[in-house]
């Protein structure tokens, strides 16, 4: 049966992606970032069965050949001059398999012609592919954030309207109302919903997104499985029974906007939750580890080759395997989960990237755990001196302290100059420096 599914995601440089990446694994094509020096190739890849791509108004381009295309997603790479910029912005959704695969490609259509009549996006081009992949037919659409003024060339402004909630939810209500209008045009007796169960009145839990694991590690798909036998624990659990409710008649009016539920794909209600038990069950299974910051996650989604633990105060800490990277939250927090993850994953020798007052934290927690750090620049040096001694500032008393620096650094210079300059003296011949205040008298 149809089903109801969108995810939207943007490529960060970040977290290592790239645009030319994000279409070269689309499309199933070979191609290179000239920025990054990386060489992707998903030829292999024989799940992409139609591709296509709307011009934005005003650009006649041919971008059905590669260098084409190639050429228009370097032009993006080489527009992102912040080291952490986002690159494209990109909208998965499943596909009804009772549609065939023109009526899929007439869905998204339609679907994108609604998006860039509601936003406004007329100036901005989508890149769309359509993937069968066995009993789970879905689709990828990037779009431009910057406007196409010319061929290869972009506005020097962002949409920051894509940012906030307001447009995911209105994305999900627009993708209901057309995948819906599409499965009546056909004569399908089939409807999706884009609420969640508790607004639907469900007293059934959802079930997990396994995401995709195809060029997973062996790792992540270990956890697809589990995750895939909690899912039919889950329809046990249902019952034969189960009603499906009915789906109001489509209406030429705009319907209003749902409410979207941002944990829709993990909920977590109370202490007993059986997803609780079963996301605390599957932490413990990858990591080896009982966290014990486990009941504050809300959900866990597998992205590629990471992993992204969302938590109820909606700071995030992903996993890279090689990496760990917290976003959001106090240094304090981010410093104890990013500690206990490096333990579960027994590191040993570690180093770290932030502020002062995350690497003071993290520094900290690594010192008493006994990990080996490697400072990457002289101030983390500086920093890490002052936390092993434990007396306040390095700088106040830097004549009696054993660093270890790099030979030849001007940090090792500076210490030295310090050492070999006499201290000055207060004596009855020195000058004395004028008192500050206020003036007194006309």
Known sequence: MAIYHLHIDSYRRSRGRTAIGGMAYRRAVKASCSRTGKHYNFRGKDEVVLSGFVNADGDETDYTHLDNLVRLY????????????????????????????????????????????????????????????????????????????????????????????????????????????????????????????????????PSLHTGRATYFNSEVKTMNEQIKQINESIKKKRGATLAIPEVPALSAKKLAPPKFDEDAEWAIQTEDDPAEQALRQLLKDKYNHSFGFSKYIARVELKGEYAVLHFKDRSTLTDHGNRIVAQGGNAELSAYRMIEMAKAKHWHCVSFTGNEDFLRCAFERAVNEGMEIVPKDEAQEVLLAEIRRGRGSVESDMSDTTMIVPIGSSLQERILKRNQTPKPTNTSNAPQKPRRGRKSGS
């Not at 695969?101 to 936003?119: D, G, K, N, P, Y």
């Not at 879905?138 to 406007?147: G, K, L, T, V, Y």
């Not at 906030?164 to 209500?173: L, N």
């Open 74 to 205: 370097q032009s993006i790479e080489q527009n992102e001059t912040h080291c952490r910029a986002t690159v494209g912005r990109e909208i998965e959704v499943s596909l009804p398999i009772e549609l065939s695969l023109s009526q899929q490609q007439e869905l998204i259509l339609s679907f994108i012609a609604e998006v860039r009549q509601t936003f406004g996006a007329e100036r901005s081009f989508f890149d769309f592919s359509i993937h069968a992949k066995a009993g789970n037919p879905h689709a990828h659409i990037c779009m431009s954030e910057r406007e196409l003024i010319a061929p290869f060339t972009f506005s020097n402004t962002k949409r920051r309207d894509w940012d906030g909630q307001e447009f995911i939810k209105q994305c999900r209500q627009i993708w209901e109302q057309q995948t819906n209008l599409v499965l009546e045009n056909n004569g399908i007796n089939q409807r999706v919903d884009s609420r969640s169960h508790a607004e639907r009145g469900l007293a059934t839990l």
